[in-house]
């Protein structure tokens, strides 16, 4: 079955490693710009909370002790500058990102059905490669969410996990329990999360089978080639 289906798909955290790598080839491949400017972004938008703690911290201690006006411009300009363009360009990785991100995902559906037109004609309606269709597109599209949305989710992981290194860090020089807490709630959350939503993306592949046939038979109704059968065998109650 020479398709790419049969490259990506779901089966636990290993297969998703492989996707992840499967994907970060092909989109590096159709547009590597797509993939720097996702993880510029994640970039620069986890270190914008990490300066908004920091800095004011300089104008407050500043104010509080010597209030020396030069100072005080100098820290409010360095705070207000990094946050002007640290947004700006948060905002322009955000949105050139999706206008390629949108090239990718056509690249990929075409190269998808390129390999669909070589396949083994006698395959093209057993059930197991129409199974492995539907839960590959439900990997690439990470279950409807949206082209990228589990590489995007990784790289968010990876700018949170920066972010909060960067408030332990600032917040280090604080009571020993305070730092404490606010780990075990940070990796309970992570572990909670994470265990969530691999019950979700399994229960998902479980069901393509049966989301695959309702799919078939919700389209009979709607397609006027069958029509006039359905009504003249009386099929439609038997069909529901």
Known sequence: MNTLYFKIGWNGGATMYKGLKFFLKYGWKYDKFYILWRILYQLVSSLIPIAMTILPKFIIDELMGEQDIQKLIFYV???????????????????????????????????????????????????????????????????????????????????????????????????????????????????????????????????????????????LFDDFNYGKEIRINGLSQWFL
């Open 77 to 219: 300009l360095v705070l207000t500058g990094y946050v002007a363009v640290a947004t700006a360009l948060s905002q322009y990785f955000s949105w050139d990102g999706f206008t390629r991100r949108c090239h990718v995902s056509a690249e990929f559906d075409s190269e998808l059905h390129r390999r669909l037109a070589d396949a083994d004609y006698e395959n093209l309606e057993t059930p197991d490669f129409l199974d492995m269709q539907e839960k590959s597109k439900k990997f690439l599209y990470c279950d409807w969410h949206g082209f990228g949305y589990l590489f995007d989710s990784a790289l968010n992981i990876v700018g949170q996990l920066l972010t909060m290194l960067g408030i332990i860090a600032i917040i280090a020089s604080l009571n020993f329990y305070i730092i404490a807490m606010f780990l075990l709630f940070s990796v309970l959350g992570a572990l909670i999360e994470g265990y969530e939503k691999r019950k979700a993306m399994t229960l998902s592949l479980q069901i393509s089978s049966d989301q695959r046939g309702w799919q078939y038979y919700a389209k």
